[in-house]
């Protein structure tokens, strides 16, 4: 019989025939993947844990495996976070067409001069009596300077990128839009009514606080990170038209939002996203019914 090689059986006692490469059959293979049982040649010879395999099927496990997941969804071999670059050009893009239509131009865009600046913007009494509610997303898109802007897109630049790769795109959005959404519900609801309000700040402190929770939940040290919030916190009691409240309200929001997606810190095993939907809907819930309080009541 002749083996599925092509190789001929040799008698007792004779010289083995070399079977060939089945890649290359002008070279001799002494060597036969441990998957296949394939003869390879040196130059096809991939290590293995076990003996060697051959480039067909080395190819065909790189496609199969998948990128490792965290106890939270995400995948840790998530490069590119196209959402934070997705928020950062949205707020510079807005900064810029409202410098455009401003006397203040780049410099002081939040002078009041742009009209879309003056539509957007947080004005608590405004959101109440003509039910503009959309400002209170608005509102976090909106930036009075280049140091405002650029404080907040540099701390997003530097806290965005790992979280989403810790989350994933969709639940690092939600955490981040929900923050920013809290930050304003907060402002409506306690903030003087006369007094607008801008500025990403708020979902950026909801981020802080989705980190630190995570932190917990991954079993990591949390000393350095308490360290940046306390600071954060502490300019924000400390320098003039800084939103108080507008930051208290999303570091809570974002802490709830991590709570709904990573569950309690002793929690090792991963919530189904089912759970994590549920979650953030009654996050959502919660800012709303805020609001809706606070517009019942003027």
Same mark, same amino acid.
């Given at each position: 019989?002749?083996?599925p090689?092509?190789s001929?059986?040799?008698?007792a006692?004779?010289?083995p025939?070399a079977t060939r490469?089945?890649?290359?059959?002008n070279?001799?293979a002494?060597i036969?993947c441990t998957r296949?049982?394939?003869?390879?040649?040196?130059?096809?010879?991939?290590?293995a844990s076990?003996g060697?395999?051959?480039?067909d099927?080395?190819n065909?496990?790189?496609?199969?495996?998948?990128a490792p997941?965290?106890? @939270?969804?995400g995948s840790? &071999?998530?490069?590119? %976070?196209y959402?934070?670059?997705?928020f950062?050009?949205? *707020?510079? !893009?807005?900064?810029?067409l409202?410098?455009?239509?401003?006397?203040g131009?780049l410099?002081?865009?939040g002078?009041g001069?742009?009209?879309?600046?003056?539509?957007w913007q947080?004005?608590?009494?405004s959101v109440d009596?003509?039910h503009?509610y959309?400002?209170?997303?608005?509102?976090?898109?909106?930036?009075?300077?280049?140091l405002?802007?650029g404080s907040?897109?540099?701390?997003?630049a530097?806290i965005g990128p790992p979280?989403?790769?810790?989350?994933g795109?969709?639940?690092?959005?939600?955490?981040?839009l929900l923050?920013a959404?809290?930050?304003s519900a907060?402002?409506?609801?306690w903030g003087?009514?006369q007094t607008?309000?801008?500025?990403a700040?708020g979902?950026?402190?909801?981020?802080?606080a989705?980190?630190? @929770?995570l932190?917990?939940? &991954?079993?990591?040290d %949390?000393?350095w990170?308490i360290?940046?919030?306390v600071l *954060?916190? !502490?300019l924000?009691?400390?320098i003039?038209?800084i939103?108080?409240?507008g930051h208290i309200?999303?570091?809570?929001?974002?802490?709830?939002?991590a709570?709904?997606?990573?569950?309690?810190?002793?929690v090792?095993?991963r919530l189904?996203v089912r759970?994590?939907l549920l979650g953030?809907?009654?996050?959502a819930?919660l800012?709303a019914?805020v609001?809706v309080?606070?517009?019942?009541?003027?």
């Amino acid at each position: 019989m002749t083996p599925p090689d092509g190789s001929a059986s040799s008698p007792a006692g004779a010289t083995p025939q070399a079977t060939r490469c089945y890649r290359h059959p002008n070279r001799e293979a002494l060597i036969r993947c441990t998957r296949c049982d394939r003869p390879i040649c040196p130059e096809c010879m991939r290590p293995a844990s076990v003996g060697f395999h051959c480039p067909d099927d080395v190819n065909l496990a790189r496609k199969t495996v998948r990128a490792p997941r965290t106890v @939270v969804g995400g995948s840790v &071999l998530h490069t590119v %976070p196209y959402v934070t670059g997705l928020f950062v050009t949205l *707020n510079v !893009v807005i900064y810029l067409l409202v410098a455009s239509q401003s006397v203040g131009g780049l410099s002081q865009p939040g002078d009041g001069s742009s009209r879309l600046f003056r539509d957007w913007q947080l004005v608590p009494i405004s959101v109440d009596a003509q039910h503009e509610y959309y400002r209170l997303i608005t509102a976090a898109f909106l930036h009075v300077s280049l140091l405002h802007i650029g404080s907040n897109m540099l701390a997003l630049a530097i806290i965005g990128p790992p979280l989403e790769r810790l989350l994933g795109a969709w639940r690092f959005a939600a955490i981040y839009l929900l923050a920013a959404l809290g930050g304003s519900a907060a402002v409506y609801a306690w903030g003087q009514v006369q007094t607008p309000e801008v500025g990403a700040s708020g979902a950026i402190f909801g981020l802080f606080a989705a980190c630190l @929770v995570l932190v917990r939940k &991954l079993g990591l040290d %949390p000393q350095w990170l308490i360290g940046i919030i306390v600071l *954060n916190f !502490v300019l924000t009691f400390s320098i003039h038209n800084i939103s108080k409240l507008g930051h208290i309200g999303g570091f809570v929001v974002g802490g709830l939002a991590a709570l709904a997606i990573g569950g309690l810190p002793q929690v090792r095993q991963r919530l189904s996203v089912r759970t994590q939907l549920l979650g953030l809907t009654s996050v959502a819930a919660l800012v709303a019914i805020v609001v809706v309080a606070r517009t019942s009541s003027f």
